[in-house]
């Protein structure tokens, strides 16, 4: 049963600290999206790669945000320096292109304290 | 971003009802379209996939795609407290808040 996977799956950690959150997409999809979850904002696209490159970061605060796909098996997306208003869920997901199903990820739920 | 706007509910129907899910996008380039389900606490999952104008049904689900007045929407037919959830329409990989659904036994 292939399954997209996100490590940790909570993060507690204080204001100023680095945030490293890591996807697993499923096996031979091309296509990784990384979105973030809040009950004010609902599910916001931050980043989306394609074969590794990344289409579109315009979603993400460039000052603190960044997101990569080091292989083809993990995708990280890092937060420094965090802040409060950053505790949100984010979800990565996969799919065989942009415009095709995706698969979500169980989310990693951040809380900056 | 590319808006996709969806009425927020919360929207309550009692078993064995249809309920109808609504939503609007504003990008005229849009070529594929979702309605994924979101239980409390666990992560979005697809329900229905459109892509061309009309009606597309599966089961108990029926989804519905007018490219012209850029709308989408989702009935569900015998509606179940399992159906109890948020669902959140997607225009490409633009979603909207979502709709809040409770089906009441």
């Known amino acids: 049963d292939a399954r997209v996977t996100q490590t940790p799956r909570d993060k507690v950690t204080e204001m100023g600290q680095e945030v490293t959150m890591r996807c697993q997409p499923i096996l031979g999809h091309n296509t990784v999206f990384w979105y973030r979850q809040t009950m004010m904002q609902g599910l916001e696209l931050l980043a989306y790669f394609r074969n590794r490159a990344p289409l579109d970061d315009s979603g993400m605060p460039k000052d603190r945000f960044s997101a990569e796909m080091p292989d083809a098996t993990l995708a990280t997306l890092k937060i420094q320096p965090s802040e409060p208003r950053d505790s949100a869920v984010y979800f990565c997901a996969s799919g065989l292109g942009q415009y095709e199903t995706q698969y979500f990820g169980p989310g990693t739920r951040l809380l900056v304290l | 971003q590319k808006e996709v706007e969806q009425n927020s509910g919360p929207l309550s129907v009692p078993e064995g009802a249809i309920a109808s899910l609504n939503c609007t996008y504003s990008?005229?380039?849009?070529?594929?379209f979702f309605w994924y389900r979101q239980y409390s606490g666990k992560s979005p999952e697809l329900i229905m996939s459109i892509y061309s104008n009309g009606d597309k049904e599966d089961g108990r689900f029926t989804a519905q795609l007018n490219k012209a007045s850029q709308y989408v929407s989702l009935l569900i037919r015998d509606s179940q407290p399992s159906d109890s959830a948020t669902y959140l329409c997607?225009?490409?990989?633009?979603f909207g808040t979502g709709t809040s659904l409770t089906v009441i036994p």
């Open positions: 997607a225009a490409s990989f633009y």
């Open positions: 990008d005229r380039g849009s070529q594929s």
